[in-house]
Structure formats: C-alpha cells, structure tokens
C-alpha cells in the first residue's frame, strides 16, 4: 500500500483546525479550543439548527450562540484570569447515538476550575453544538 503523506497532512490538519468534532469529546474540546483563541465564529459553524429553520432562524440562532460565547469569555474567563487550559471528565451517548452529553472541566489562570455539561447532536455524521431553539424541539 502506497502513503501519501500530503494527504495524511491535510486530513490532520482538517481535523485539528476546524472547530468541528468526529466524537462528541473531540467536539467539545474544539469548542474549549476556539473560545480559547477567541474564534466564535468558527465554533458557530459547527451548530446544529432545526430542519425546518428558516435562513433568518438559523442566522439569528447563531448571533446568540456567538454572543454567549462572548460574554462568557467576557464574563468569567477573563475575570478569572482566562481560559487556560480544559480536560473532558466525562461522555455519555444515548443508545441510538444522536445525541451526547460532555463534561468538560476548564482549568481558569486564577487556579480554578469550572465544569460545564455540553449537550451535541449528531447531524450529517458530525457531532454538533445545540442551538438554543433546537434544544426547545
């Protein structure tokens, strides 16, 4: 079997920069990542809508998903000395694995830790962020 090893590259680099998740874990921690770099809108790419969401919904859900982001980041990392680093404690799947559950710890500059349940939804294969009007469906 031959490798092609610009191929290989591309594909990690795929995985490793976009804010998107094969697993729910890795989802989340995509998420920490670009909160951490301060790229929401990279992490709104990979929010999951209803189907039957019109353009307008789905444009309007992803300003709020961006502006909770935001004003966390604001709000709390910054206040507490920022986003250092993150850990995910925990993953749970429902049987028919469309939906997960993350934990994930944030470790904060000042010494401590926040925990955070992230609920995902399996959407065109990938693991994706619940819009706020999708949770309520």
Do not use: H
Request: glycine share 8%; net charge negative.
């Amino acid at each position: 079997m031959k490798l092609y090893p610009g191929l290989l590259v591309a594909f990690f680099v795929l995985v490793l920069v976009g804010c998107v998740g094969i697993t729910p874990s890795s989802a989340v921690e995509n998420l920490a990542e670009c909160m951490q770099s301060g790229e929401y809108e990279r992490a709104a790419e990979n929010l999951a809508t209803s189907p039957d969401a019109t353009p307008a919904q789905k444009e309007q859900c992803k300003k709020e998903f961006i502006a909770t982001l935001k004003e966390k980041s604001a709000k709390y990392f910054a206040k507490n000395g920022g986003l250092t680093s993150y850990t995910v404690v925990d993953e749970a799947v429902t049987p028919d694995e469309s939906k997960a559950f993350v934990r994930i710890r944030y470790e904060l500059g000042n010494g401590s830790s926040l925990d955070e349940i992230i609920p995902l939804v399996k959407s065109g294969g990938r693991w994706k962020y619940i819009c706020e009007e999708s949770k309520a469906n």
